[in-house]
């Protein structure tokens, strides 16, 4: 369940309406408002629009934190059940990071760089 504005300490139905009124509805137009727009509120003095706001913003963090970590749970379960015969499944064996050893490009006089991977194409002299 995502968290709303009344969820913040302090602000009930009455001051959420107040809010929603001057256009801040949700939980991230209030996170990315301004002291001074959430102060221009009637009731929201500037000290309590800006914990208003910093609250806002942990909520919001906390919600996508956890709907992330849900996610992760689900992706999980799907890779576990994707496996194959031999248990490897679909991730398998990358190519990051196990470069071979290769000869190079040829250079200028049709000779071959020494080195690894591609090489800059200059070959011996």
Do not use: C, W, Y
């Amino acid at each position: 369940m995502n968290p709303a504005i009344i969820d913040i300490p302090g602000i009930g139905p009455a001051a959420a309406a107040t809010l929603a009124e001057h256009h801040i509805m949700s939980l991230a137009d209030l996170a990315g408002a301004t002291v001074e727009k959430v102060s221009a509120v009637p009731g929201f003095s500037e000290a309590r629009a800006a914990q208003a706001i910093v609250d806002a913003a942990g909520l919001l963090a906390a919600s996508e934190i956890a709907q992330s970590a849900e996610g992760e749970e689900s992706e999980g379960e799907v890779k576990a059940a994707g496996k194959g015969k031999k248990g490897k499944g679909k991730k398998g064996k990358g190519k990051k990071g196990k470069g071979k050893k290769g000869k190079g490009k040829k250079g200028k006089k049709g000779k071959k760089s020494k080195g690894k991977g591609r090489g800059k194409g200059k070959g011996k002299k």
